[in-house]
């Protein structure tokens, strides 16, 4: 999972901020492009993320 840069947004005509997600398979790799989060995406998971920063921070000091 990717951001798209804004110059390849613009070559593939797709919203600038969308996201790329990549899934590879024997012989070749597929693509599925997302839209640009929304502002309350965004808000819901600094939210997630300030309520749960404690774990979050654990996981990564223990390696999750």
């Known amino acids: 999972m ?6 390849m947004a613009a070559a593939m005509g797709v919203e600038e901020g969308s996201i790329i997600i990549l899934y590879p398979h024997e ?3 597929s ?10 995406l965004k808000a819901s998971v600094r939210e997630t993320y300030e309520q749960f920063k404690g774990a979050f921070e654990e996981m990564k ?4």
């Open 27 to 29: 012989g070749g790799m």
């Open 31 to 40: 693509y599925e492009i997302l839209p640009p989060p929304t502002p309350e």
């Open 61 to 64: 000091r223990l390696g999750d």
């Open 2 to 7: 990717m951001d798209i840069p804004p110059e």
